[in-house]
Nanobody, 128 residues
Framework: QVQLVESGGGLVQPGGSLRLSCTASGFTLADYAIGWFRQAPGKEREGVSCVSGFDGRTFYTSSEKGRFTLYRDNGKNTVYLQINEPQPEDTAVYYC?????????????????????WGQGTQVTVSS
């Protein structure tokens, strides 16, 4: 059974740092595109970053890409999203998702509707 579980969210002060985790079960995460999305209150879900299951390349779609770093630990079947110097506008529910085409070569992140499985999300609140 394919499952994605996010963790690591919570309340963080502006200027701190935060690491979100997305742990997969039921499949080998490294073979598939994994994306991070976020949804702020009253806004549409937007892509943040993704990693290719073909060559491990990472892509950043957010305008804040300088503060976000995605990396993958194949041994733990987990993808991480590091958020440095979070700002109040980063407050959102963060989701990870898997696009289940094996070893798909990417030149950009898949569109939101291309992803097949989603996690339940983890809330990030940035406030002093």
């Amino acid at each position: 059974q394919v499952q994605l579980v996010e963790s690591g969210g919570g309340l963080v002060q502006p200027g701190g740092s935060l690491r979100l985790s997305c742990t997969a079960s039921g499949f080998t995460l490294a073979d598939y595109a994994i994306g991070w999305f976020r949804q702020a209150p009253g806004k549409e879900r937007e892509g943040v970053s993704c990693v290719s299951g073909f060559d491990g390349r990472t892509f950043y779609t957010s305008s804040e890409k300088g503060r976000f770093t995605l990396y993958r630990d194949n041994g733990k079947n987990t993808v991480y999203l590091q958020i440095n110097e979070p700002q109040p506008e980063d407050t959102a529910v963060y989701y990870c998702a898997a696009e289940m085409t094996p070893r798909r070569r990417l030149t950009r992140c898949p569109a939101r509707d291309e992803y097949d499985y989603w996690g339940q999300g983890t809330q990030v609140t940035v406030s002093s």
